[in-house]
T-cell receptor
Framework: NAGVMQNPRHLVRRRGQEARLRCSPMKGHSHVYWYRQLPEEGLKFMVY????????ESGMPKERFSAEFPKEGPSILRIQQVVRGDSAAYFC?????????????FGSGTRLTVV | TQLLEQSPQFLSIQEGENLTVYCNSS?????LQWYRQEPGEGPVLLVTVVTGGEVKKLKRLTFQFGDARKDSSLHITAAQPGDTGLYLCAGRRDSNYQLIWGAGTKLIIKP
């Protein structure tokens, strides 16, 4: 397992279209986190998921945004009816379920550009 | 309100100089981590500190966790251009798996 895999690396969408961002966590990691980052800024938490469960979605806008982590397959962050303000880098991270000594392993991100 | 305050926000120094960046909070953390992020990539974990007063060294990088577990520092000796990046601290509170993130220190090392 090469680590956390995110695809696509770059995604261009027109206003009003849907964006689907995928994240495959590291093998053995059952916790997935999605973050958003604007240029020159830190990470903004969006949502925390475990397999088939959303644990905390307090950082995710109530409208247009949704996330899932199904029993099989990658985690998906879905943005409906994208607007220019959705343009950002979206990072996924995963961690194992045990021990706070473990940090997060991040993917390389998906850079979403809304035109 | 930022639970973890990083300072400075931006630092640009010459190669060979030493520097320290800080991560401060009024809250107690059970552990704290430092990450480095390079342009176009995701953050990469550098170190986790767990015990109050703990000091960890990673080559030219020295990480310290405050005695009260409310703050941490990262000291870089003889900085090199390869140290350039965004340095992020993140802390865990109690048994919550989620991390609380600082806003980052952008470090530029000029050759």
């Amino acid at each position: 397992n090469a680590g956390v895999m995110q695809n696509p690396r770059h995604l261009v969408r027109r206003r009003g279209q849907e964006a689907r961002l995928r994240c495959s966590p590291m093998k053995g990691h059952s916790h997935v986190y999605w973050y958003r980052q604007l240029p020159e800024e830190g990470l903004k938490f969006m949502v925390y998921l475990q397999k088939e469960n959303i644990i905390d979605e307090s950082g995710m806008p109530k409208e247009r945004f949704s996330a899932e982590f199904p029993k099989e397959g990658p985690s998906i962050l879905r943005i409906q009816q994208v607007v220019r303000g959705d343009s950002a880098a979206y990072f996924c991270a995963s961690s194992p379920p045990e021990s706070e000594a473990y940090g997060y392993t991040f993917g390389s991100g998906t850079r979403l550009t809304v035109v | 309100t930022q639970l973890l305050e990083q300072s400075p926000q931006f630092l640009s120094i010459q190669e060979g100089e030493n520097l320290t960046v800080y991560c401060n909070s009024s809250s107690v953390f059970s552990s704290l981590q430092w990450y480095r992020q390079e342009p176009g990539e995701g953050p990469v974990l550098l170190v986790t500190v767990v015990t109050g007063g703990e000091v960890k060294k990673l080559k030219r990088l020295t990480f310290q966790f405050g005695d009260a577990r409310k703050d941490s520092s990262l000291h870089i000796t003889a900085a090199q251009p390869g140290d350039t990046g965004l340095y992020l601290c993140a802390g865990r509170r109690d048994s919550n798996y989620q991390l609380i993130w600082g806003a980052g220190t952008k470090l530029i090392i000029k050759p």
